[in-house]
């Protein structure tokens, strides 16, 4: 049996392909190739924007550092609720626990874990609701609480797990420093002591005795009312005493060392008014990468800048433009100089860029509501090392939560 001869068409199987034409078909083949990958990757952009503009959400979050400038907005993660009228927030240096200070109902100082789950409360011993009105607050780098209670006056120190550690009652003055003079010998362990402002007095009771009180400071030079502690871990606090509305500086050396002796060096800068160099319930302040200050300066709706040297330099964000500031209240500087501002009035955080010659407006997030990621009366920020930021939102009675 012979098998019948098939002719075959050279246009099917060429048989003599040159070099050239070899090594463009490859060519052709590999561009190919990477119009298919490119349409792939267009349509998976394409997905995943369509995806974020029905329900933003931010990638997951890890605590490393931030890298590179700041230059869109972060995106809302969550909130913490259970909160009466929350005016102050912090975070831990390694960022597992959150601080938030009540105004209203018991006036509490409540800690939460990372994931915004209640750990406890605590407050200024021999304090109720009715008498302490704590305020801004702030974390050190050990770990220490810093809560400015605006009711009487004094800068209350707890530890990292709430526990009253000591007080500043003036400006140079501590409850333990003012307690032992008045006992003449060191104060025993579990000696409790505060500042009561209604009556004036340092009530103060040592162990298996009755409780004391003896006149306290007249407090004439100290009203405090924003805390901050810069990278270098100086105190910064803001001082609303009557016409003398102002900063004032504490060295990590003096905040750090013996309370028990407290005899700081204290910087000072600012006066009460409207014009430059001057202040109106200034709420907080901040230092940027060059030492450089930047102040709420609350009722004159600016933010004012002063020198290394304590210098008055100038004022922004004053006005009616895009970039200007209604009310501002807590402020917080990030990596690579981002200058975040609450606006409580104009229900919004505002960024700027500060580290040029001129600060230069970013971009708003928020707006007015009380759904997620809307504000009402939004009055201190807070951001850790990893870009997670909270805002104590406190019309809405929460911390929010957003994230870069």
Request: aromatic share 12%; net charge negative; glycine share 8%.
């Amino acid at each position: 049996m012979t098998t019948p001869d098939i002719e075959l068409e050279s246009k099917d199987f060429p048989q003599n392909i040159s070099p050239e034409d070899k090594q463009d078909e490859r060519k052709r083949r590999k561009l190919l190739l990477l119009l298919i990958l490119l349409l792939s990757l267009l349509c998976c952009v394409g997905y995943f924007f369509v995806r974020y503009l029905l329900k933003p959400e931010p990638l997951p979050e890890m605590l490393v550092p931030l890298t590179g400038a700041i230059s869109y907005p972060p995106a809302y993660v969550s909130s913490i609720i259970g909160l009466d009228g929350p005016v102050g927030v912090a975070v831990s240096p390694d960022g597992q626990r959150i601080y938030a200070v009540e105004s209203t109902g018991e006036r509490l100082i409540k800690m939460f874990d990372r994931n915004g789950n209640f750990i406890k409360s605590f407050a200024p011993p021999g304090t109720s609701n009715s008498n302490r009105k704590p305020a801004y607050i702030a974390v050190d780098a050990a770990g220490r609480v810093f809560v400015n209670d605006t009711y009487n006056n004094v800068v209350a120190i707890f530890d990292a797990d709430g526990n009253f550690l000591d007080g500043m009652i003036d400006k140079d003055l501590t409850l333990s420093e003012f307690v032992t003079a008045q006992v003449g010998s060191a104060l025993p362990q579990g000696t409790l002591y505060y500042f009561n402002n209604i009556t004036k007095t340092v009530d103060y009771k040592l162990p298996d005795q009755e409780a004391k009180s003896v006149p306290g400071p007249q407090q004439t030079e100290w009203s405090p009312l924003g805390l901050r502690f810069d990278p270098d871990g100086n105190l910064l606090v803001t001082n609303i005493i009557s016409g003398k509305h102002g900063v004032l500086i504490y060295s990590a050396a003096d905040i750090n060392g013996s309370l028990l002796g407290f005899n700081p060096q204290i910087k000072e800068f600012g006066v009460e008014g409207k014009e430059n160099g001057q202040l109106s319930f200034p709420n907080s302040v901040v230092v940027d990468s060059l030492g450089n200050f930047y102040v709420s300066d609350g009722n004159n709706g600016r933010v004012s800048v002063w020198t290394i040297d304590m210098q008055y330099k100038t004022f922004f964000a004053f006005g009616s433009n895009e970039d200007s500031l209604n009310l501002p209240r807590g402020i917080w500087m990030s990596d690579k100089d981002r200058l975040h501002v609450a606006d409580s009035v104009g229900q919004y955080i505002r960024v700027y860029d500060v580290s040029g010659s001129e600060p230069k407006f970013l971009f708003n997030f928020g707006e007015f509501g009380t759904l997620e990621g809307e504000f009402n009366f939004p009055i201190d920020i807070c951001i850790d090392a990893g870009g997670r930021l909270y805002i104590a939102d406190r019309d809405n009675n929460r911390i929010q939560i957003w994230s870069y």
